[in-house]
């Protein structure tokens, strides 16, 4: 009997060890998981996602080179708790207002520099500056779609239905993707009520109606 008993007891004894070992395994295993991350900024406070939700519009008006709205973005970013992405903000920051800003130094020549400065004066809002600036660019660069397409949006700006009617057509003539890019393009939206506009950005309407 006391042989049989120290079997238990020891069986006993095995038991507990392999009850410890399970209990650590599960402390182990249940260890927090790390606080989701995009671009290597945590994502755990609401204030922090709200924050690079902002930035990231920023910088979708950045490429879009809307650089009054985009500074107006990141200066929202600069006061949010994250500090990385508000360092990040302060550098694109910097560039909108060096692209932002009318340097009387420069002298533009080539068509592509006249684009530029006439984008930078249609972000200040300088409607007649912006416009001599992209026809400079035009007459240089007759066949570039990009500058028909920023002229349609000056036109719309400005009011000038008609212009600017001519001015995307050309520029979807020379390049059919900016077809799309109007379609979501808020410049555009004086056009958005004339049937013109529409029969343009979406043709195969009249072709379902045919």
């Given amino acids: 009997m006391a042989k049989v008993q120290k079997t238990s007891s020891s069986s006993s004894g095995r ?3 392999s009850s410890k070992s399970a209990s650590k395994s599960k402390k182990k295993s ?9 671009g290597g900024v ?3 406070d609401p204030l922090v996602r709200a924050q690079m939700k902002l930035y990231e519009e920023a910088m979708g008006l950045f490429h879009q080179q809307k650089f009054q709205r985009s500074k107006q973005e990141l200066e929202k970013v600069l006061e949010g708790p994250s500090k990385e ?19 009387s130094e420069q002298n533009p020549k080539s068509p592509e520099e006249h684009y ?6 249609m972000n200040l809002g ?7 600036s992209l026809e400079k660019a035009r007459k240089l660069a007759p066949k570039a779609d990009h500058i028909h397409y920023a002229l349609a949006a000056l036109d719309c700006l400005t009011g000038e239905a008609d212009s600017a009617m001519v001015n995307l057509k050309i520029a979807i003539d020379l390049r059919p993707a900016n077809r799309f890019h ?8 004086f ?3 004339d049937p013109r506009f529409t029969e343009l950005l979406y043709p195969e309407k009249d072709g379902y109606a045919g």
Avoid at 85 to 103: G, N
Avoid at 182 to 189: G, L, S
């Fill in 85 to 103: 992405l508000a360092d990040r903000a302060r550098t694109h920051l910097r560039i909108v207002e060096q692209r932002m800003k009318p340097s």
């Fill in 191 to 193: 056009l958005q009520e």
């Fill in 15 to 17: 038991s507990k060890a």
């Fill in 126 to 132: 300088r409607w007649d500056e912006a416009r001599e």
């Fill in 30 to 38: 249940t260890l927090p998981a790390p606080p989701p991350q995009r």
């Fill in 116 to 121: 530029q400065r006439g984008v930078a004066m």
């Fill in 182 to 189: 109007a379609r979501n393009d808020e410049d555009f939206a």
């Fill in 42 to 44: 945590e994502m755990v």
